[in-house]
């Protein structure tokens, strides 16, 4: 929604595709566009006309191989891809996290060579999973509280996204973007608790392991690969 707000701001006609059938929130301006994966042909009128399309992994993953197939077909001339920097180019994918994002660029430049890939730290807004432990408890139970990360703003994910997708001179550039700070998970957590709470605490709790059950004090449960990554760090 950020990157249509941005791309409407520049003066670009914008046509957001969807695949659910409840009508998304869209701003004023914003053309929809629906795609049926059991027809084709709708896919091809959503691209028809289109000079560029991004990629959102979490939105089209399973169906980017169609998506960048129908875009090439419509001679759409830009991609741009919302990847993860734990992507490695080296070959070697030591993150879960990282291998299936790279397989989705495999697949992005297999039909756009010239694509642009965003290769994000952690969002922002992914902090807000730790709430619900801060309003019962007033702490964030999680495993590696020291890791550190410099989390990115969805807006300037966004405001990155408009420039590469209109401006020329990004053609098959990868670039990793993060915030301008790096945070260990632990001091993330205080500026979280209302300010009647005072500090919120933070409690390190055991990893999950690939296979085993989640602490049961460590809420929400996360899959081993977040943890392999937080290690790392």
């Avoid at 993860?84 to 299936?100: F, K």
């Avoid at 509280?145 to 994910?157: C, K």
């Amino acid at each position: 929604m950020i990157l249509v707000t941005g791309l409407l701001a520049e003066g670009v006609p914008v046509r957001a595709l969807t695949r659910g059938s409840a009508a998304p929130g869209l701003p004023a301006g914003a053309e929809l566009a629906r795609w049926d994966p059991g027809r084709p042909a709708t896919l091809a009128a959503a691209l028809a006309g289109t000079t560029a399309v991004f990629i959102n992994v979490t939105a089209v993953g399973g169906v980017v191989t169609e998506l960048m197939d129908a875009a090439s077909r419509a001679g759409t001339g830009r991609a741009v891809m919302l990847s993860s920097l734990t992507v490695r180019d080296n070959g070697a994918q030591p993150y879960a996290i990282g291998a299936h994002h790279k397989s989705i660029e495999d697949q992005v430049r297999a039909f756009a060579p010239a694509a642009t890939f965003l290769r994000c730290g952690g969002f922002a807004a992914n902090t807000l999973a730790w709430a619900p432990m801060i309003r019962a408890e007033g702490v964030v139970r999680a495993p590696y509280a020291d890791a550190a990360t410099a989390p990115i703003a969805e807006r300037d994910i966004a405001a990155a996204a408009v420039r590469v997708l209109l401006d020329d001179g990004h053609a098959g550039a990868r670039y990793v973007l993060t915030g301008r700070q790096s945070l260990t998970r632990r001091s993330r957590c205080r500026p979280s608790a209302p300010r009647s709470a005072g500090n919120c605490g933070s409690r390190s709790c055991p990893p999950r392991r690939s296979g085993g059950p989640p602490p049961p004090t460590c809420r929400p449960p996360r899959p081993p690969t977040c943890c392999g990554t937080w290690r790392s760090t």
